[in-house]
């Protein structure tokens, strides 16, 4: 519910429901992946590998709409509305997959049903994650691909091969790329490596 609030009400800090939403469009918007200019520009407190994969429905809309005006002014409504609700969506579902990474990682720590149960559920309901899940924000992929990594780090009790060891530094790198403050999640896996010897942890 809410994923249509403030679509036309214009983009800048004191017009949407969300003010850095207004942050992630004027990013997205100055990025052009049909005639390739993929330049993203900066981004404060925040990585860029969101911007991307929000260019991607942007550059779909652009197709469909088969125009090549400019959409570069992110105060304006027009042509806005429709990315901005594809957008929030894609929040959304990425959430929910978080909270199925959330259930998995306390499942391969804990080998038990109910405490990963609580855990996922816990993370469903907590008020700020249920809000920024509605908008257009960073925040969301970031929480995945942590999750994915303190995931994956747990199944290095089992396994320290280049297989498990590539996608976790991949996703930790990527994780970075989004919100970087988030590149600390690298230590999860490395402080498991020093601290869970085997037989292949060379």
Same mark, same amino acid.
């Given at each position: 519910?809410?994923?249509?609030?403030?679509?036309?009400?214009?983009?800048?800090?004191?017009?949407n429901?969300q003010?850095?939403?207004?942050?992630s469009l004027?990013?997205?918007?100055q990025l052009?992946?049909?005639?390739?200019?993929?330049?993203?520009?900066?981004a404060?407190?925040?990585?860029t590998?969101?911007?991307?994969?929000?260019?991607?429905?942007?550059?779909?809309?652009?197709?469909?709409?088969?125009?090549?005006?400019?959409?570069?002014?992110?105060?304006?409504?027009?042509?806005?509305?429709?990315?901005?609700?594809?957008?929030?969506?894609?929040?959304?579902l990425?959430?929910v997959?978080?909270?199925?990474i959330?259930?998995?990682?306390?499942?391969?720590?804990?080998?038990?049903?109910?405490p990963? +149960?609580?855990g =996922?559920?816990? %993370?469903a /309901?907590l008020?700020?994650? *249920? $809000?920024?899940?509605?908008?257009?924000?960073?925040?969301?992929?970031s929480n995945l691909l942590?999750?994915?990594?303190?995931?994956?780090?747990?199944?290095?009790?089992?396994?320290?091969?280049?297989?498990?060891?590539?996608?976790?530094?991949v996703?930790?790198g +990527?994780?970075? =790329?989004?919100? %970087?403050? /988030?590149?600390i999640?690298? *230590? $999860?896996?490395?402080?498991y490596?020093?601290?869970?010897?085997?037989?292949?942890?060379?």
């Amino acid at each position: 519910m809410g994923l249509s609030w403030g679509l036309n009400s214009g983009y800048g800090h004191d017009l949407n429901f969300q003010p850095d939403e207004f942050v992630s469009l004027r990013g997205v918007l100055q990025l052009d992946l049909l005639a390739g200019r993929i330049k993203a520009p900066g981004a404060y407190f925040e990585g860029t590998f969101n911007y991307y994969l929000w260019a991607v429905p942007h550059a779909v809309l652009k197709l469909a709409a088969n125009k090549h005006a400019d959409l570069s002014d992110s105060v304006n409504t027009q042509g806005h509305a429709a990315l901005l609700y594809i957008c929030r969506w894609m929040s959304v579902l990425v959430d929910v997959c978080t909270i199925v990474i959330v259930f998995l990682a306390i499942k391969e720590a804990t080998r038990r049903f109910y405490p990963s +149960l609580l855990g =996922a559920l816990c %993370y469903a /309901v907590l008020p700020m994650q *249920v $809000i920024y899940a509605h908008f257009m924000r960073t925040h969301i992929l970031s929480n995945l691909l942590c999750a994915l990594v303190i995931w994956l780090s747990f199944k290095l009790r089992k396994s320290q091969s280049w297989h498990l060891l590539l996608p976790i530094g991949v996703i930790s790198g +990527l994780g970075a =790329a989004t919100r %970087y403050p /988030v590149g600390i999640i690298v *230590v $999860i896996p490395c402080l498991y490596l020093l601290f869970t010897p085997s037989e292949s942890s060379w």
